[in-house]
């Protein structure tokens, strides 16, 4: 019984009138908890009750507290018939369990019904006091820390990475269950929200324990989803990336030193005292470069174990030869793997060996931003895609195993042969195939997701291969493959070169095999573009030259990533915000049939996408994309493919040849005119991109433009492998004279429709700028506006018999409309850029297509100049560095907590103009190397299209390996001191994608907020049509995320995401409902000007070791 | 085209983004698609390179908004502590602000009658004449009834009290005050010989009244309300009658006024061939505020019985003041007359009234 929980129900206010009669209410109050239930006393007649009610106190397990929510019911009492709901608050207590984050959960939650929506407010009040607790069979995860930022989270530094962690709940979905048609919506809403509720509290308390046992003490770029299999099934899935962090100290701003011990039982020993001493030796000694660099369809080693898979593999398993060698060892090894991770909860001693082989089998990070010196090469992306069928509840085969008990997750069989898991595991084991490939030991910024349409739900995922500095990870933590050993073993030393900011990190001796192309030390501005696989051996027709930053070391001509851009990387010019967007009809089909038709359309999908990527890219003369990310819908008649990317000018890579179009048989003048005229057209287009952009890379190497070379053919002759010693970088610059030109070949009118397509494509509007990544490359001095937003339209096809063509021009205007919009929307906020712009595409019905956005408009100085601001930030930068390593005897801090604090890649600019010590800022980066990565052109393409494979499996397991934590709605705990908002005015809340807030510091995180909502109507029309109804909710939403993290003390969200948004109508019936699932962190920041005036601000005395121990 | 259609199209700021121009039109009871043209006109297409397919969309969602704001603003203290929508504080007054102003024009049609469901049907015949939209009227009037409602019964100054129910500015409250107390004692003002007199007249002199005429104007200690008129002064006032019916009363008090305007005025001889009727007018006035019914044909008989003769004879505004201050001042002279301090407060309040509305 380790924990007590106690709430107190204060007062309602503007609660709704529920006797007509008297236009009053008669309010009660129920609060549960787990079986528990307490009531408050009627108030009667009231609108306003105040209820002060005593301490209700709940005797729970901590597991209990992890997986519950504390659920309040408000209730109009009525003497004659049953009592009326009023409507609910769902409170996540998971903030209060962790030493560092709320102490108490307090303010104005919005009372929610999912039929009604928002009606009133009650205050609340909510503590929990936590035992001791030494079981050590403990199922809870408590005090584990999780971070929806993906990025170590400012005010901490992470003294260990340990790596990928996952897993997955599932269960029956409520809303396809038999006593469905017999309940109320409401009723049925509310069973779906608190199981959701629940499993992701278990997901979240199971994702824990796996990161106690490897030694961690939170997960940062925590990545939730759910998948709505519909009568199959409901999945709750998470990935994150585990580590052990630890507060920053000597910040002025942060916790006094109490803070820092995360206290309580679950404290990790730190990295030194590394349980497993790792013996990779013993790991699986996979073949190295041989296979690496084959290529051949992953497929072949999918671990197919379990051969009674109905599976039909729609791909052909054309494995080579090594291919299939990795697979053979890959697949035993693995279901090996899977029983011992079973078997850890029980046998603990188990459980170092069984971290140590479990990590380094998915050798994933989830961030997309990382410390300097972690990141030294970089490939490329890498994704994979598979379509499945989902199992139909009648199955006969199936129908015993589907009907558990609600909730009875550990019900299932273990070594039930199709699962979820089984097929996430396929598809980033070809991820990390991949990876290999590009001559890379691990895949950063890496996520997941998934599309469903009946029964047929693709699985994609995808991230960046890179090589890492294995210092910062716990040993095993990386893939075998790349032999960590070795690199550990060399002295982490780095000598702080120029001033410049260039820093050499570790010296390396030149690896033989060339897999990591570490040799000489790379600057950190271009370190990390250097290629990382053998040139000699390239995974792919690539172009590659000398980095044309320190020419010391091979780049390729174009770089595609899934991360943020580092923030030491050197950029010429501002960035934009690049779309690929294609629909693909398909015909109507079930089943098999179904599954095969859409494996069959998505290469070609992902290989348009990629080449408009590519027109696009090269249309604006830039030549890296950063923040990638691919998303394909599958509805009933059609595919959707929406790509969206930051382009950059790379200073280290060359500078992109022109577009150059070639007619195909030139036959008439006119043609060749018209063939002349478009050329003119896209190569005016690309000098006026270059002028916008700011495009000018230092030396003018040549007019790319005019001379585009006509055969593309010719990549082919550049560079054969050389030894690589320095003497050549005098040699390099021949090579700018052969940059290609891009050639689109005009041979029918679907070509000339996407030249049409590449140049209607509008440039923001002056003043504007748009990425998709964290900030905007080129952009700097950010002031302090902010605004968050959320925009979804829904378009009717009305039209039957649309071509591909026609599709597609749809898509696309709609896509441009939407941007246009929003544009106009925040011209008050010029000069402004929207950052993080997310785009989700999904095809509800038959003939609608929806688009949702999530981004932040921030405002920035024009005039500020970028240049100070880099020196500043070089130089603090490096001072950090060397303090920190005299400090902490760890090479790198992951977070320096110079004042504007992040390393990382946002919020450079703050720190200038915001305060004095502009120096401070972030800069962090420069030491990485890293090498990048490719493009992933057709190549790629053609592996990922291995990918795909039909399988149809039950739902319902989960591999699970332990129990769960709640997290319902907000959590909290925290100071109170710091509410100067007493009283009635309400506070601030701002919230943003992002991890950071210009011009202010982080000074403490409350906790993850991860809530899920349903929202249904029966009068449509009443409440303003679809529109209005989902207005409603989103503005609900907000407020109720808000009010979460007001109650827990909190003044913003960060990292906010509205992962989920599912809007289904039905107008005839006027009827529609929607579910959104959205998260982010809970934080406290202050303004700089604020920090330097108050040295020690309140915060920090309150939050100590107390709650906890 | 005609391929598509937006079914849906919301956009949701944390921090509600509201236009003014766009408030401005959704108050004036536009549609969408007029007020779509009139921001064209305006151009702001040429801003940020819009569309008239993005401005339509944004028109939409503001409105949207403002209806779902329209509830709170109906009572603007809720506006501070509801939790749907995040509006700074300056904005949030200036919504406050703006819904509650009205036009004129529209207050003019219905001020000093009864705020009751028949006016309400008869607001398209109002929206007909003044050219204000139906639903921009139907607004107006429910806002001066939600007002009036809410103060009717309370206590204390009626300017503070809608001030703290309604957060409005200082001049708008006032102005608020005027229509409730109008509405409140049914004023006539709606006559075609009151037609040139304008809101702002009319509001000025309910400020006169409330101030002098009620119960909390002489006695700041009771507690009592500012919309009715105190009822004993209204039975004093019979008192002043004496004035008319006492023959050596009314003789003195003319020549009184007469000795004392000689030669300071060019309508001296007409002045002095009306001053009985004139007086007789003004005291008569007096006499007959005791009942509500008269009460209401207040300011018609001032017009009337004042305003009109003295317009006729050509009288300036200067004269009417030189007038009033030797017509209200005489009376301290008259030893038999025992009732100054009635006679005072009533003519302090008729002479700022007249003087008011003594214009063309």
Redesign the interface.
């Known amino acids: 019984m380790p924990g007590k929980l106690k709430a107190k129900i204060v007062a309602g206010?503007?609660l709704p009138v529920m006797d007509r009669a008297s236009d009053l209410t008669d309010a009660f109050v129920e609060v549960k908890f787990g079986n528990t239930t307490f009531k408050t006393d009627v108030y009667p007649k009231s609108l306003n009750p105040q209820w002060n009610s005593e301490w209700f106190k709940f005797e729970v397990d901590d597991e209990d507290l992890q997986d519950e929510p504390l659920q309040i019911t408000v209730l109009d009492h009525d003497t004659y018939s049953a009592n009326d709901a009023i409507g609910k608050v769902y409170i996540d207590i998971d903030p209060l369990l962790s030493s560092e984050a709320a102490t108490v959960i307090s303010g104005?939650f919005?009372i929610y019904d999912t039929i009604h929506g928002?009606r009133g407010?009650i205050n609340v009040l909510v503590k929990v006091d936590l035992f001791n607790d030494l079981n050590r069979f403990r199922q809870s995860s408590c005090g584990v820390k999780f971070f929806c930022t993906t990025s170590i989270p400012r005010c901490y530094r992470a003294a260990m990475v340990h790596g990928f962690v996952e897993e997955l709940v599932v269960n029956e979905d409520p809303e396809y269950q038999w006593i469905d048609r017999i309940r109320t919506p409401r009723a049925s809403n509310e069973a779906r929200q608190r199981l959701i509720s629940l499993m992701s509290g278990e997901l979240q308390r199971k994702i824990g324990l796996k990161v106690l046992e490897m030694g961690g003490n939170a997960v940062v770029g925590y990545l939730q989803c759910f998948d709505l299999e519909g009568e199959s099934g409901l999945v709750v899935r998470a990935i994150g990336t585990a580590c052990t962090l630890e507060k920053l100290s000597n910040s002025s701003a942060a916790a006094p030193p109490a803070c820092n011990s995360p206290s309580k039982d679950i404290k990790e020993p730190p990295f030194s005292e590394d349980p497993n001493p790792n013996t990779h030796s013993s790991g699986p000694s996979t073949p190295l470069k041989t296979q690496t660099y084959s290529f051949s369809p992953s497929k072949s080693y999918s671990r197919q174990s379990s051969s009674s898979d109905t599976d039909l593999s729609l791909t052909p398993k054309t494995g080579m030869g090594s291919g299939g060698s990795a697979g053979k060892e890959g697949g035993p090894l693995k279901t090996l793997l899977r029983q011992q991770t079973q078997s850890a909860l029980e046998q603990r001693g188990a459980s170092s060996s069984r971290i140590f082989v479990r990590t380094r089998e998915f050798p994933f990070f989830t961030l997309t931003s990382f410390p300097p010196g972690f990141l030294i090469h970089v490939g490329g992306v890498v994704s994979a895609r598979s379509v499945k069928l989902l199992d139909r509840i009648h199955n006969p085969a199936l129908g015993n195993t589907r009907s558990y008990k609600l909730l009875d997750w550990n019900s299932f069989a273990a070594d039930e042969p199709e699962t979820r898991d089984a097929w996430w595991e396929e598809i980033r084991q070809e991820i990390k195939s991949h990876a290999r490939a590009l001559g890379c030991h691990a895949v950063v910024g890496y996520s997941e997701s998934t599309s469903i349409c009946e029964e047929v739900c693709i699985l994609s995922a995808s991230g960046t291969a890179a090589v890492l500095h294995p210092k910062f990870m716990q040993e095993g933590c990386l893939d075998g493959y790349s032999d960590p050993s070795r690199l550990s073993r060399q002295p982490a030393t780095f000598s702080a070169g120029s001033e410049k900011g260039e820093f050499d990190i570790f010296p390396q001796s030149k690896d033989s095999s060339a897999a990591l192309g570490l040799e000489e030390p790379s600057p950190p501005s271009c370190g990390f573009c250097h290629i990382p696989y053998d040139e000699l051996n390239i995974p792919f027709p690539a172009h590659l030259t000398y980095c044309y930053h320190c020419r010391r070391q091979k780049v390729p001509d174009v770089l595609f990533t899934t991360i943020d851009m580092p923030a030491e990387a050197a950029v010429t010019g501002k960035g934009c915000l690049i779309q690929a967007r294609l629909c693909r009809l398909k015909k109507k089909a079930q089943g098999e049939v179904n599954a095969t038709a859409i494996s069959n359309l998505l290469p070609f999908m992902e290989y348009e996408l990629h080449t408009q990527l590519m027109n696009k890219l090269k249309l604006r003369g830039m030549n890296a994309l950063f923040g990638l990310r691919i998303q394909i819908s599958v509805g009933e008649n059609m595919l959707v493919g929406l790509a969206s990317a930051t382009a950059v000018y790379l200073t280290a890579l060359p500078t992109p040849g022109g577009i150059q179009i070639a007619g195909k048989t030139p036959s008439d003048i006119t043609y060749e005119q018209h063939i002349s005229n478009m050329q003119k057209k896209i190569n005016d287009t690309i000098a006026k991109n270059k002028e916008l952009y700011e495009v000018n890379p230092p030396e003018v190497i040549e007019e790319v433009i005019g001379s585009p070379i006509p055969e593309p053919r010719q990549r082919s002759r550049l560079f054969r492998s050389h030894s690589e010693s320095s003497d050549e970088v005098s040699e390099l610059d021949l090579s700018h004279g052969k940059k290609d030109a891009f050639v689109l070949e005009i041979d029918d009118t679907d070509a000339v429709e996407d030249i049409h397509s590449l140049l209607t494509d509008?440039p923001a509007?002056a003043g504007f700028y748009s990425c998709n990544t964290e900030i905007m490359p080129g952009i700097y001095n950010w002031t302090s506006g902010l605004?968050?937003?959320?925009?979804?339209?829904?378009?009717?096809?009305?039209?039957a018999n649309?071509t591909n063509q026609?599709l597609n021009k749809?898509f696309n205007?709609?896509c441009e409309?939407l941007l246009?919009?929003?544009?106009?929307?925040?011209?008050s906020m010029i000069p402004c850029c929207l950052c993080h712009l997310n785009f989700t595409v999904a095809v509800p019905e038959d003939e609608?297509i929806?688009v949702a956005v999530t981004a932040v408009a921030m405002t920035f100085d024009k005039d500020q100049a970028q240049e100070n601001w880099k020196l500043g930030a070089d130089k603090t930068h490096m001072k950090a560095i060397v303090e920190n390593e005299e400090q902490l005897q760890f090479p790198l801090e992951l977070c320096t907590e110079s004042p504007s604090t992040n390393p990382f890649s946002p919020c450079r600019g703050t720190g200038l103009q915001e305060s004095a010590n502009a120096h401070a800022t972030p800069r962090a980066a420069s030491v990485d190397y890293s090498s990048f990565a490719d493009r992933w052109s057709s190549w790629i393409e053609l592996i990922r299209l291995k990918a795909q494979t039909i399988r149809r499996g039950s739902i319902k397991t989960t591999s699970s390996l332990e129990k769960a934590s709640p997290l319902p709605e907000g959590r909290s705990r925290s100071l109170r001191s710091t509410r100067s908002y007493a009283g009635?005015?309400?506070a601030?809340?701002?919230?943003t994608p992002l991890s950071f807030i210009p011009g202010t510091r982080i000074i403490k995180y409350l906790g993850i907020i991860n809530m899920f909502f349903i929202r249904e109507t029966t009068s449509l029309r009443e409440e303003?049509g679809?529109?209005?109804f989902?207005?409603?909710f989103?503005?609900?939403v907000?407020?109720m995320v808000?009010?979460h993290v007001a109650a827990l003390g909190g003044n913003a969200v960060v990292s906010y995401s509205m992962k989920e948004c599912v809007?289904m109508e039905n107008p005839n019936k006027n009827q529609a409902q929607c579910l959104i699932n959205v998260s982010g962190d809970a934080v406290i920041f202050m303004r700089e000007s604020e920090l330097e005036a108050t040295p020690a601000p309140p915060q920090t005395s309150c939050s100590g070791g107390e709650v906890t121990t | 085209m005609?391929?598509?259609?937006?079914?849906?199209?919301?956009?949701?700021?944390?921090?509600t983004?509201m236009d003014e121009e766009v408030y401005q039109f959704w108050l004036d009871g536009y549609t969408v698609a007029d007020a779509v043209r009139v921001r064209m006109e305006g151009g702001v297409l040429q801003?940020?390179?819009?569309?008239a397919?993005?401005?339509h969309?944004?028109t939409?969602?503001q409105f949207?908004?403002f209806?779902?704001c329209e509830r709170l603003l109906h009572c603007p203290s809720?506006l501070?502590?509801?939790?749907?929508?995040?509006i700074?504080?300056h904005r949030q007054a200036m919504l406050i602000e703006r819904y509650y102003a009205f036009d004129d024009a529209f207050v003019r049609e219905v001020l000093g009658k009864k705020l009751s469901k028949g006016t309400k049907k008869d607001l398209d015949d109002v929206s007909a004449k003044t050219g204000i939209t139906l639903k921009s009227c139907r607004r107006q009037f429910d806002n001066f009834k939600r007002v009036f409602k809410v103060v009717e019964e309370l206590k204390g100054s009626l300017v503070e009290n809608i001030q703290q129910h309604f957060l409005l500015s200082d001049k708008l409250a006032r102005d608020y005050a005027a229509i409730v107390f109008f509405a409140n004692n049914r004023f006539e003002t709606g006559k075609r010989k009151l037609q040139y007199l304008s809101f702002q007249d009319f509001a000025f002199c309910a400020v006169q009244l409330i101030n002098n005429w009620t119960v909390g104007a002489v006695d700041n200690m009771v507690e009592d309300m500012d919309v009715d008129l105190d009822k004993e002064f209204l039975q004093d006032l019979k008192d002043l009658k004496v004035l008319i019916t006492d023959k050596d009363m009314l003789d003195q008090h003319k020549s009184l006024v007469c000795t004392a305007l000689r030669g300071k005025t060019k309508v001296f001889n007409e002045m002095e061939a009306n001053f009985k009727n004139l007086s007789r007018g003004l005291v008569n006035i007096a006499a007959k505020l005791m009942n509500a019914k008269d009460v209401r044909d207040f300011f018609i008989d001032l017009v009337e019985k004042f305003i009109e003769p003295c317009r006729s004879d050509r009288w300036t505004a200067g004269d009417i003041k030189l007038f009033l201050t030797h017509y209200t001042n005489s009376v301290h002279i008259l030893d038999t007359f025992k009732h100054q301090v009635v006679w005072d407060r009533y003519m302090g309040v008729v002479k700022s009234c007249i003087l008011k509305m003594y214009h063309d």
Request: charged share 20%; hydrophobic share 45%; glycine share 4%.
């Open positions: 206010r503007h104005w919005p928002i407010e509008t509007p605004q968050m937003f959320t925009s979804v339209r829904v378009f009717r096809l009305s039209n649309l026609g749809i205007d709609l409309n246009k919009s929003l544009y106009f929307k925040l011209r609608l929806q009635s005015t309400v601030v809340v701002k919230m303003g679809v529109s209005g989902l207005h409603a989103i503005a609900e907000f407020a808000r009010a809007f | 005609g391929k598509m259609s937006v079914e849906l199209d919301v956009f949701v700021g944390n921090t983004i801003e940020c390179e819009a569309s397919e993005v401005l969309s944004d939409m969602d949207r908004t209806q779902m809720k501070a502590n509801q939790l749907l929508f995040q700074p504080p």
